[in-house]
């Protein structure tokens, strides 16, 4: 594959580093406005994929060691570990991107928002200017066999979801009407909340984000309240559940006292705590505890597996074709200029 012969990924994932490098490592809002401006500067191409899973940066037009002293220069004071940074290249890059999109590489398997995550990230990239054609044809066609995975296959159905885990949890510790605060109105957020109206029907449910028009919003369509963001030192006891979901630089909030629950869905964390806190669960405590529910899960993984099979051929014989039009193409030129 001559074409993405200078085409590379070189990030973090749940794989090798825990959410707590995760969340340093991240590269969301300001973060990777900066990353953006200063890649333009080094010809780089490519596009970031942050979520709470992983930190990934797809480039070509630069080195990977250029790009991670760029990434590091966006966060000094973060000592990079040596040894889990993740780099592949060609193919491996391809294929990796393929079992991102479809989910097969997901901390949960089968996960169903890492679609709209990757679409988001090209769109990002494309409004910095650093999405080319190549990368366009690869976002695409990544976003292509998540699509055909997800239409031919019951891959993405049959998990436990996240969402679904909290739902349960309260119940199970605070009854059938518990007071709820929901901090954040992004995608998790709002899944959170459909899985909180689907099993407590009952439930007090308070929607807080730093937009009050957009918690009024949310809330008014969710059958629950509105408030402002609470302030880190706010005591969040009044409530029986809190889910946080923002995105932060740095935990802020602290641990309230008594029998609150915290369901901490922030990528850095959002909480100042230690991951093994009495009631307190972090992302990666809760995916730890999804279990896989479908049977025939081997056999839709191998069926996964033979779809990206194909997607990659279809790469192959794409750049075939683009090689034979190229050199024909050539020898025309070479023809009418002799």
Known sequence: MNILRGYQMIGFNHHQADYHIRGAVSLHGERKNAFYRLACGIGLSGFILSTCNRTEIYFNGTSSTRVSELWQSICPEVNFPNGIMVHHHGREML???????????????????????????????????????????ITNS????????????????????????????????SGNTPRILVMGTGAMALLC??????????RHLTVASRCPEKARRIAAETGGRSSLLPDPGTSLTRYDAVISALQLDQPVFHLPEGHTLIFDLGIPAN???????????????????VKITLGCRKTEVHKVELIIADFIQAWADWEEKRARITGSQNRVSCSLSA
């Open 142 to 173: 990544a976003i292509a066999c998540s699509r055909k995975i997800r239409n031919s296959t019951n891959f993405n159905l049959g998990t436990t979801s996240i969402p679904y885990t909290i739902s349960q949890k309260i119940r199970e510790i």
């Open 271 to 289: 909480f100042i705590a230690s991951p093994h806190t009495r009631g307190y669960k972090h992302l990666d405590v809760l995916a730890a505890g």
């Open 95 to 137: 294929t990796h991107l393929y079992e991102v999109a479809c989910g097969l590489d997901a901390k949960v398997p089968g996960d169903n928002e890492i679609l709209g995550q990757l679409k988001e990230a090209a769109q990002e990239a494309r409004r910095a200017g650093t999405l080319d054609g190549i990368w366009q044809r």
């Open 193 to 202: 909340i459909k899985y909180l109206n689907k099993h407590l029907p009952g």
